[in-house]
């Protein structure tokens, strides 16, 4: 991975650059890094703030000759590793909450926005957009996400280098995407739950469509979050925010 880079100081947005390079053939293991993005996206439809020279910023392009219903899978093997470089470069715990949110200390450091190009049931590329901060300060957050996101730096107490941490995620990645195509998606569901942060807790998942609390009981081979509402019953979460009702 990594043999092909485009890098640009200030873009709009890696995860668009990325998506016309594998529209136009890039080879699978293509990664487009910026310092700055002015347009950064989050999931749902959220803004990513992407300030210049303090966080990585970047898009990764996947060619994975998987069905489509298995693609969410992929966003759970990135979050493991991005957890595991977090942990190597910081020696501190990352923990995963669903679908792919990296806490430190309980507050978001990553995350991690998986877009695809399909034909009917064929994967075309995959782009897996890494958003990690790196170097902020806690002054560096606007005031609605203070509360909520946190860097590597905050947390580690010292300033890391990025390039150090892009060539840690980089490796930790491939060896656990080969691991994928070759073996499947047990492993890494098996070391995604070791890594969970919200499983066996009482939580709400909250979506456009509503709202359902209950117990999180685990995630399907798909990646699929399994919540157990208070009568009984199992509901099968493909998309939501999860909160941790406080008690
Ligand atoms: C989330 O937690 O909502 C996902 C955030 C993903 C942010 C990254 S930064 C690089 C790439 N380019 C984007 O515009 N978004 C992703």
Same mark, same amino acid.
């Given at each position: 991975?990594?043999?092909?880079?485009?890098?640009?100081?200030?873009? #709009?947005?890696?995860?668009?650059?990325?998506?016309?390079?594998?529209?136009?053939?890039?080879?699978?293991?293509?990664?487009?890094?910026?310092?700055?993005?002015?347009? @950064?996206?989050?999931?749902?439809?959220?803004?990513?703030?992407?300030?210049?020279?303090?966080?990585?910023?970047?898009?990764?392009?996947?060619?994975?000759?998987?069905?489509?219903?298995?693609?969410?899978?992929?966003?759970?093997?990135?979050?493991?590793?991005?957890?595991?470089?977090?942990?190597?470069?910081?020696?501190?715990?990352?923990?995963?909450?669903?679908?792919?949110?990296?806490?430190?200390?309980? #507050?978001?450091?990553?995350?991690?926005?998986?877009?695809?190009?399909?034909?009917?049931?064929?994967?075309?590329?995959?782009?897996?957009?890494?958003?990690?901060?790196?170097?902020?300060?806690?002054?560096?957050?606007?005031?609605?996400?203070?509360?909520?996101?946190?860097?590597?730096?905050?947390?580690?107490? #010292?300033?890391?280098?990025?390039?150090?941490?892009?060539?840690?995620?980089?490796?930790?990645?491939?060896?656990?995407?080969?691991?994928?195509?070759?073996?499947?998606?047990?492993?890494?569901?098996?070391?995604?739950?070791?890594?969970?942060?919200?499983?066996? #807790?009482?939580?709400?998942?909250?979506?456009?469509?509503?709202?359902?609390?209950?117990?999180?009981?685990?995630?399907?081979?798909? @990646?699929?979050?399994?919540?157990?509402?208070?009568?009984?019953?199992?509901?099968?979460?493909?998309?939501?925010?999860?909160?941790?009702?406080?008690?």
């Amino acid at each position: 991975f990594g043999k092909k880079i485009v890098y640009q100081p200030s873009v #709009k947005s890696t995860q668009e650059i990325a998506y016309s390079l594998a529209r136009d053939g890039a080879p699978e293991g293509s990664i487009v890094l910026a310092d700055e993005q002015t347009g @950064g996206r989050g999931r749902l439809g959220r803004a990513w703030q992407s300030p210049a020279g303090t966080g990585i910023w970047m898009s990764l392009i996947l060619r994975p000759e998987i069905p489509l219903q298995k693609a969410p899978q992929l966003t759970l093997l990135i979050a493991v590793a991005a957890s595991k470089a977090i942990e190597k470069v910081t020696g501190l715990e990352a923990a995963i909450k669903w679908p792919n949110d990296l806490l430190i200390n309980g #507050k978001k450091t990553a995350g991690i926005l998986t877009e695809l190009q399909a034909e009917a049931d064929s994967i075309h590329s995959v782009i897996v957009g890494i958003g990690m901060n790196v170097n902020q300060e806690s002054k560096h957050f606007s005031e609605e996400i203070a509360q909520i996101a946190t860097s590597l730096a905050i947390e580690g107490g #010292k300033t890391y280098k990025r390039a150090e941490v892009i060539g840690y995620l980089l490796q930790e990645i491939e060896s656990l995407y080969h691991q994928y195509l070759q073996n499947g998606f047990g492993v890494i569901k098996l070391l995604w739950e070791a890594r969970a942060f919200s499983l066996g #807790k009482r939580i709400t998942a909250r979506s456009v469509t509503g709202s359902i609390t209950g117990y999180a009981k685990g995630i399907t081979d798909e @990646g699929v979050l399994l919540l157990e509402d208070d009568t009984g019953r199992v509901h099968s979460i493909y998309s939501a925010d999860i909160e941790i009702p406080s008690p």
